[in-house]
């Protein structure tokens, strides 16, 4: 199997509730990397929450920002990211991602998700055009249009691990194998 160079950066992308936030670290300690969660550190920068953000400056405001943090997490080594769900939607940064790491993407199916998701209510993504909250059939319905839409950039990952009905430890266990040819 014949790989790029080797990485030390691993971005994990997938649809909100996937588990990144929840792998990540997890996967971080287990490979002795640091971890760093972007929507966290953007939150911690900006003083503020991305739902605040969105609101009051709209998701390219938001996708730019993220971008920015991102180029200044390049300089990172043996560090493990969490991307937000949309991260990768723009070309410009899936490919600043690509070229310098190894991407990941947890699979996860609607059904899942919207499991997951329904009792949130800090997803900015998951709120009507008037800023309300969705619920039932309109959540499931905007979920599943998300999805589509933005699995042909997930798609697009190095590595793709579906974490449906898996215990943590096995999506860990298998995740590690899968990076091995890309890291050692």
């Known amino acids: 199997m014949k790989h790029k160079e080797k990485k030390s950066i691993i971005f994990l992308t997938g649809f909100m509730g996937s588990g990144k936030s929840t792998v990540g670290p997890i996967l971080a ?16 920068r900006e003083h503020r929450k991305i739902s605040d953000i969105f609101a009051a ?3 390219q405001k938001f996708r730019w920002l993220e ?3 991102l180029k200044e997490i390049l300089a990172n080594q043996l560090t493990i990211v969490s991307l937000g769900g949309g991260t990768v939607t723009n ?6 991602v690509k070229h310098h790491g190894v991407l990941v993407y947890l699979k996860s199916d609607a059904e899942h998700i919207f499991q997951r998701l329904r009792t949130k209510s800090d997803r900015p993504m998951l709120r009507d055009d008037q800023g309300q909250l969705l619920d039932g059939t ?3 319905k905007k979920i599943d249009n998300l999805l589509s839409t933005r699995e042909q950039f997930y798609q697009q990952a190095d590595i793709v691990i579906t974490t449906d009905d898996k215990k943590i430890g096995y ?3 298998e995740l590690a194998k899968k990076l091995s040819p890309y890291i050692d």
Request: hydrophobic share 35%; aromatic share 6%.
């Open 67 to 69: 971008r920015e943090m």
């Open 91 to 96: 070309n410009e940064t899936l490919d600043l």
């Open 138 to 140: 309109d959540l499931k």
């Open 171 to 173: 999506t860990i266990d």
């Open 57 to 59: 400056e709209g998701e």
């Open 29 to 44: 300690n287990t490979m002795g990397y640091q971890f760093i969660d972007l929507d966290l550190l953007i939150e911690e």
